[in-house]
RNA sequence: GUGGGUGUAGCUCAGUUGGUUAGAGCGACAGGUUGUGGUCCUGUAGGCCGCGGGUUCGAGUCCCGUCAUCCACCCCA
């Protein structure tokens, strides 16, 4: 950088840029997202990046409500660049309700914002794909939703690498009775078993007594996490329940897909927004070394949170980043293919016109052309040529034009066809 | 938020107890017979050594601050 004030050539914390080879590999992922989602009947919407911040807050307690990115615009409006786009879907589908017909399976990718610090696999800004079905009670959402990205995790080539730890609050909070644990202390409990893993039994069991809980009632709880299977849950408990049950056939449903080896019951999964009702779920590579690829569940009671109609809702969101960041790490990154099938250059500014004319003409086949912005050498042409990853040059000099035939290389094989100019453009001059 | 590491060319990094004019590889660009590419050879460009202060005759090097970035905690998507 020259003279004048200096700029910060970094983007702003938290946010990204996009060189030509990452926007290739993020089309990629949006298409195969898409592919995955119209291949599984769900329709494309979109909503506003800017959304009303009254409809982002909810309870306090959940710290996406304190990571909004909340401005005001020039009429004092309270606004935010939306944190994630379930709550805007939640909108859409209450205002157009009348004009809809239920259940709704929708999808939409989209860019959503939050204020956080940074760490791996966190940005304050990714692009969310998101899965919902809407309308549609018993265990069916689930498992469409789930064989839905789990085939977009297979198309990308992670199938093995990924697990999808499958639990659900309902069937927590069966369990949390049965360990004598009252109903209105269950919400809370959830965010302080969600830390299992992350902090010591004994400093859970800590936060449980300073809540009020006896050391016998903390030591109930944790009993529960040794269970590993539905199986386990029903001896423990000696009956069914209208939970377990619906766990047991979001389970069969996804065997009966073939994913029985991408998924686990997993009851330390409990996620960190506190609409989720039953189902709830997180996929992590295998080893325990990304956060989430995706998570989602159950959230049936939010559409009448908001003023409309109640109505079961299950819901799914699979962000870019841990995503692209775990194929970069296995190699299974998908490569992005050159921006051109051909290039076209030409040795002489006198055959300019010849080669725009032949540019013209394969761009009308279909396929893509990248025609010289000037004269090149033959070298700095086919050097060029080759730096571009394209499969075919083809190099105008005079005596082409002279005996009316160019050449068509191929650069892979290191073969030439050569192409009559009246055939090709109808015009031999 | 806590602790630690790292900031030198577009990238990956050297740079001696403080001592002339700041180094390499890769990449880029230009040549190597004015019609043929990936190798090879030669050359060129590209640096406020993150930024600000301090110590010193002298700082890329030492000290303080600050910013950025990475890792581990914390937290969570």
């Given at each position: 950088m020259k003279a004048g004030a200096s700029v910060d050539l970094a983007p702003p914390r938290g946010m990204r840029d996009f060189y030509p080879h990452q926007a290739g590999l993020r089309e990629i992922l949006f298409n195969t997202w898409s592919h995955a989602a119209r291949c599984h009947g769900f329709e494309r919407y979109d909503a506003c990046i800017v959304e009303n911040l009254s409809l982002l807050k909810r309870k306090a307690g959940e710290e996406i409500v304190d990571q909004i990115y909340a401005f005001r615009d020039k009429s004092q409006r309270e606004l935010a660049l939306r944190p994630e786009i379930t709550p805007s879907l939640a909108r859409m589908v209450c205002a157009g309700w009348n004009d809809l017909t239920f259940p709704l399976k929708w999808f939409s990718i989209g860019q959503c914002f939050r204020y956080e610090r940074m760490s791996r696999g966190r940005k304050r800004e990714h692009y969310q794909w998101n899965l919902d079905v809407i309308g549609a009670p018993g265990p069916a959402p689930e498992v469409e939703l789930l064989t839905t990205a789990l085939s977009a995790t297979e198309e990308l080539g992670l199938g093995p690498a990924i697990r999808v730890h499958i639990s659900n609050r309902e069937l927590l909070s069966d369990l949390l009775a049965y360990a004598g644990i009252p109903a209105e202390h269950h919400a809370a409990l959830f965010l302080v078993l969600d830390k299992r893993g992350k902090l010591s039994d004994d400093a859970i069991t800590d936060m449980l007594v300073d809540s009020g809980f006896t050391t016998e009632a903390a030591a109930k709880v944790f009993e529960l996490f040794e269970l590993d299977s539905l199986d386990a849950v029903r001896r423990l408990l000696g009956r069914t329940t209208a939970a377990l049950e619906h766990s047991a056939a979001v389970f069969e449903g996804l065997t009966t897909y073939g994913w029985e080896n991408r998924i686990c019951f997993d009851?330390?999964?409990?996620?960190?927004?506190?609409?989720?009702?039953g189902t709830v779920f997180e996929a992590f590579d295998v080893d325990r070394r990304f956060r989430a690829v995706f998570g989602g569940g159950r959230y049936d009671h939010l559409l009448e949170h908001i003023g409309g109609r109640p109505a079961p809702a299950v819901g799914l969101g699979f962000g870019d980043v841990v995503v692209t960041e775990i194929m970069n790490e296995i190699g299974c990154a998908p490569s992005v293919p050159a921006a051109a099938d051909t290039v076209v250059g030409y040795m002489e500014a006198d055959q300019s016109a010849i080669a725009l004319r032949v540019a013209h003409q394969f761009r009308r086949l279909e396929e893509r052309v990248d025609l010289a912005m000037g004269p090149e050498k033959a070298r700095a042409f086919f050097g060029r040529a080759n730096h571009t990853g394209a499969r075919y040059a083809i190099y105008i000099g005079p005596d082409d034009v002279k005996t009316g035939h160019i050449r068509r290389k191929d650069l892979e094989q290191r073969t030439e066809t050569t192409i009559s100019l009246r055939d090709l453009t109808g015009d031999a001059s």
């Open positions: 009851l330390s999964v409990v996620r960190g927004l506190n609409y989720y009702t």
